[in-house]
């Protein structure tokens, strides 16, 4: 069975669709000991509280430095050792340190689709940025974290339309909604199951 960490920093609906997935045996052979946010007042706290799963805050706001803070959630990570951490709106930096010590171990969904609207862009702006620009597809990225901001190996992408009526936040729903919590379930479960290899910076999945 693999072991799961979580990252989270706000709502968590990525986290109830990852507890969701694997109460319902989505997830096959992976468990979450332990979510990590880096709020004491996010709500997926509450979220990982009622299904009884281990929480731990790491809140930036008790550090002096990005450096401290990045040194105390590598020494918590390595204490926990997991097999695989998943950042489900993580709002803080991952240092190369914690990236190279778990190389092709943390996965990370974006709101859109990689390479469009990413790297300096998180959360709300995405969207915004989206509808500025008019694209008619969008979507989101489940992907392999390195050093650089949204930019590992892809696991999974799925699109849906822009309507001309959506506004930042319909947007944001729907892509969470139609794709968000369907893609990130579906790559930790082939995580999960050893089934994605990296060749090239780039994802095989073996069925
Ligand atoms: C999601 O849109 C995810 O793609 C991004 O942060 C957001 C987290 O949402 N990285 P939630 O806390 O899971 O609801």
Known sequence: MKKIVVLVSGAGTNLK???????????????????????????????????????????????????????????????????????????????????????????????SLIPSFCGDVYGIKVHEAVLKKGVKLTGATVHFVNEKADDGPIILQKSIKVKETDTPETLQDRVKKKVEWKILPKSVNLFCLDKISIKNNKTFINN
């Open 17 to 111: 669709a990852l507890i969701k997935a694997i109460e319902k045996n989505k997830i096959k052979n992976g468990e979450i000991s332990l979510v990590i946010s880096s709020n004491e007042k996010a709500s997926a706290l509450a979220i990982a509280k009622e299904h009884k799963i281990k929480t731990l805050v790491i809140s930036r706001k008790n550090f002096n430095s990005k450096e401290d803070y990045q040194a105390e959630l590598f020494l918590k990570l390595k204490e926990e050792n997991p097999n695989l951490i998943v950042l489900a709106g993580f709002l803080q930096v991952i240092s190369k340190e914690i990236v190279d010590f778990f190389e092709n171990k943390i996965i990370n969904i974006h709101p």
